[in-house]
């Protein structure tokens, strides 16, 4: 099933409903709300005409669980575009602009689409570059050099702009691993949905990479992710939902929100030793420093 049809099949279900709420503050790393609410023509998945009342209602809806900040992440160039303006228009939201390493696969990485990308990452509510990176699986090798380039000019946006990397790592843990290193990593990278196993998440742990896990966490096959998430130091992680996609237990199958983040750090304590208040404490302040605050400072006298 490809990723468009994934997302339309996950609308289709019934929506979870919305967990206990946290006893303090956390977010929600990944998400695409514009997939989630999407009414584009079947293959255009991101909702470019999901109205703000539904946009907010969303928002709304995570807020009511503790999960105040969410970091809207877009795939090509009418997201980014919607992305940025969703973080210009709504405090709880931050943006992140790219291009798709499937869309760089299917040569989608124009000169014209990487300059608005580019551009798009200066404005003031985006705060990071991705969702970049290398997919082995739903693009094939014909398409792997047009990925690593369009993954290698993201790399550059994001040090350019100060901003943090967000990088799609499927089934290309090595070559990731090549790429960063030989371009040199910003101050902050994100290993966004992390797929690895402990040795993986070493690697990355000493390279100072920020760790996030989504729903997959929780699923009864996943031990190796427990186990590299308990190697990690808390400071080093993020939790996400790559919202509609990878809903956590005990709600797999079903649409995935931004509400529904207290599953997976419910099951990061089980897995860290780490009390629920503290952890969503720890979060929180890791995110603000990998993306920045939320919202806006107040004017200096």
Known sequence: MSRSAAARANRRAEPPPSPEPLPGPALDSHTHLDIVLGERPAGDDHGEWASD?????????????????????????????????????HPNVLAAVALHPNEAGAGKATDDALAEIDRLAAEPRVRAVGETGLDRYRTGEDGWAAQEASFREHIRMAKRHG????????????????????????????????????????????????????????????????????????????????????????????????????????????????????????????AERVFGPWRPAAPTA
Not at 53 to 82: F, G, K, M, T, Y
């Open 163 to 286: 901003v943090a990397l967000v990088v799609h790592d499927r089934d290309a843990h090595d070559e990731i691993l090549r790429v960063v290193d030989d371009e040199g990593a910003p101050e902050h990278v994100v290993m966004h949905c992390f797929s690895g196993d402990a040795g993986f998440a070493k690697a990355c742990v000493e390279r100072g990479f920020v760790l996030s896990f989504a729903g997959t966490l929780t699923f009864g096959n996943a031990g190796y992710l427990r186990e590299a998430a308990a190697l990690t130091p808390v400071e080093q992680l993020l939790v996400e939902t790559d919202a509609p996609f990878l809903t956590p237990m005990p709600h797999r199958g079903r649409p995935n929100a931004s509400r529904l983040v207290p599953h997976t750090v419910r099951t990061l304590t089980e897995v860290t030793g780490t009390e629920l208040a503290e952890l969503c404490a720890v979060l929180t302040a890791t």
């Open 53 to 89: 009342d539904a946009v907010d209602a969303e928002i709304a809806a995570a807020v009511a669980v503790n999960v105040p900040r969410l970091v809207q992440v877009a795939v090509d160039v009418p997201s980014s575009r919607w992305s940025a303006a969703l973080a210009e228009r």
